[in-house]
C-alpha cells in the first residue's frame, strides 16, 4: 500500500453515487479534484473509529485490485484489506485531498 500522499490540504470524503468498477475509481476521484492519501484516511478511521458506522469508506491502490474497506457489518466494525478485483456499491465513501493548481 503506498503511504505517501499530498502533505497539505483538508481531506475530504465523498459517497459514490452509483455502483462503480474497480477501474472507474481514479476517474471518481479526478471528477471530485483529488489526489488519494491512504495514510490519512487510515488515519481518520483509527482516531474515530465510528466515523465508518455511518460512512463505510474504502481506497484501492496497485493496479486497482487491493483495497481496504472500513464498515460496520452483522453489528460489529471491520477493516477488511483485501486483494481482488470486485466493483464498489454506491454509497461508499472514498476520499483524497485537493489537487493543487499549478497556476498563481
Known amino acids: 500500500m503506498p503511504m505517501d500522499g499530498p502533505e ?25 479534484g483529488l489526489i488519494p492519501d491512504y495514510a490519512a484516511q487510515m488515519q481518520v478511521n483509527a482516531d474515530d473509529p465510528a466515523f465508518a458506522d455511518e ?3 474504502g481506497m ?11 464498515r460496520r457489518h452483522s453489528g460489529e466494525r ?13 454509497g461508499i465513501w472514498f476520499a483524497g485531498r485537493r489537487k493543487v493548481s499549478s497556476q498563481s
Open 8 to 32: 497539505e490540504g483538508d481531506l475530504v470524503f465523498f459517497p459514490l453515487e452509483r455502483n462503480t468498477p474497480v477501474a472507474d475509481i481514479s476517474r471518481a476521484l479526478d471528477e471530485q
Open 60 to 70: 484501492q491502490w496497485g493496479g486497482k485490485n487491493s483495497y481496504a474497506y472500513f
Open 55 to 57: 460512512h463505510p469508506n
Open 78 to 90: 471491520e477493516v477488511l484489506v483485501i486483494r481482488r478485483g470486485y466493483g464498489w456499491r454506491g
